[in-house]
């Protein structure tokens, strides 16, 4: 059975400040790694995605992931942290069997990421 | 990225009662899944919505407690039957194209049962 754990219930970083948020999976086999942002009232929204290749990926808004199949790590980075990236954060993993959009995710319980003026 | 609507966005019903839950998407999509966020929780996975087959239900979540259909390749219903207050919850669909590596999700239903 594969499993998402983000350690951190809520991050608080200063605006300006480099953030990251933490993400560990456990599957057996090739991940295909995920980031979803949700902000209050609306739905789920694609951020990023790792499915093969080069390990740093870049998605929306500024954000990109660093895969790290040696410590089964998909930590999310941004360089400098905007007030408006304040959201819920959620990491998830498919096994892509099929291609990673024919799978069900997995999530893990996601963080609160506050950024502070 | 496909434009996903759902029906009705919330709902209050009693106990006991049924809602259907509709998936709408703006173009074909090969699989359709089926979220519960409860409150305050992450998304929990209740089954994959296959066109032309039955459903596929993950451990914990059963067919006559959240029946689906799938009749064609841009729509889905969930069912949540018998309502508890343990329902309560937000239910979203997301769709997934096989080789596209993605996936994306409507806004959701947000349910309540009193």
């Known amino acids: 059975a594969q499993s998402v754990a983000q350690p951190e219930d809520q991050v608080n970083v200063a605006e300006g400040n480099p953030l990251t948020v933490k993400c560990t999976y456990s599957?057996?086999?090739?991940?295909?790694l995920f980031w979803y942002v949700q902000y209050p009232n609306r739905g789920l929204q694609f951020l990023l995605k790792?499915?093969?290749?080069?390990?740093l990926v870049k998605g929306s808004y500024g954000f990109e992931a660093e895969f790290n199949k040696s410590q089964t790590s998909f930590h999310l980075k941004k360089p400098s942290a905007l007030v408006s990236d304040s959201a819920l954060y959620f990491c998830?993993?498919?096994?892509?069997?099929?291609?990673?959009?024919?799978?069900?995710?997995?999530f893990g319980k996601g963080t609160h990421l506050i950024i502070q003026p | 990225s496909a434009v996903i609507s759902q029906k009705p966005s919330r709902d209050i019903c009693q106990r006991g009662t049924s809602l259907t839950i509709q998936c709408q998407v703006d173009?074909?999509?090969?699989?359709m899944f089926w979220y519960r966020q409860q409150p305050g929780q992450s998304l929990t996975l209740i089954a994959t919505?296959?066109?032309?087959?039955?459903?596929?239900?993950e451990s914990g979540f059963v067919i006559d407690k959240f029946p689906i259909s799938r009749p064609n390749l841009t729509f889905s219903t969930l069912t949540v039957s018998n309502m508890s207050p343990e329902d309560s919850s937000i239910y979203l669909c997301s769709v997934g194209t096989s080789g596209r590596n993605e996936q994306f999700f409507g806004p959701g239903t947000r349910l309540t049962v009193l």
């Open positions: 599957v057996s086999g090739n991940p295909y």
């Open positions: 919505a296959n066109q032309g087959s039955e459903a596929t239900y």
């Open positions: 998830a993993v498919s096994l892509g069997a099929s291609g990673g959009g024919a799978d069900g995710l997995t």
């Open positions: 173009s074909q999509v090969t699989m």
């Open positions: 790792y499915i093969t290749g080069d390990n």
